[in-house]
C-alpha cells in the first residue's frame, strides 16, 4: 500500500461510498431523434450510408446502444425498425442500417452495428420476432451522439424518409454521469 493512499478515506472518517453509476434500460422511438435533412424527414440515396437520425446525448447523462446480455436473453434489448418514405401512400424502405456513436464534432465516428431493415420489423411487441440488441459499442456522454445510417436498396421509397410514418424502438443504456 502507497504511504499517502487516501482511497479508503471516506470509510475511514464515516463518510458515504460513492456511488456506482447503474445503467437503466431506456427504448428510444422515431421521435427522441432528430431527423437529417429536417427534424422530421431525412433524405437517402440509395447506394450510400446517410445519416437518418441522430441523438444528441443531455448533460449529465451517457448512453450506450442496446442493453443487457446475450448471455441473459430475458435482459437483453430488443430491437424494431420500420422505415417508411414520405409518399401518400407511404412505401417501406428497405437496406442495410447502422448504428453508430459519434462525437459532439463528428470527428470520431464508431459502428456498432450493421444490419438489414427487413429483419428489424417483425414485431413490435413480441420479443420472437424482434432482432436482440445487447449492450453495444463505446458509452457516450455529454454533447456526443447516437447515429443511425442507411445505405438503401435500389428502387425502395421515394428518397425521403418520414418520421410520422417511420417506427423505431431502438433499446439503449442510459447512466448518469453527473
Partial sequence: MAMFDLSNIKKLIGGAPTPTAVGFQRVLNQ???TFATTST???YTAGNYDIIAKFQIPAQQAYTWGYGSSIQPDNQGYLYVSLKDTATTPAQVDGKIRFATSDANFLNTSIVAELRTDNLRGSTSLRTQMMPFPTQGQEMGFNNYLLVYLN???GSGNGTLAQG???MLIPVTL???A
Avoid: V
Fill in 31 to 33: 421521435n427522441d431523434f
Fill in 41 to 43: 424527414t431525412s433524405k
Fill in 152 to 154: 438503401a436498396d435500389s
Fill in 165 to 167: 410514418n417511420s417506427s
Fill in 175 to 177: 447512466r448518469s454521469s
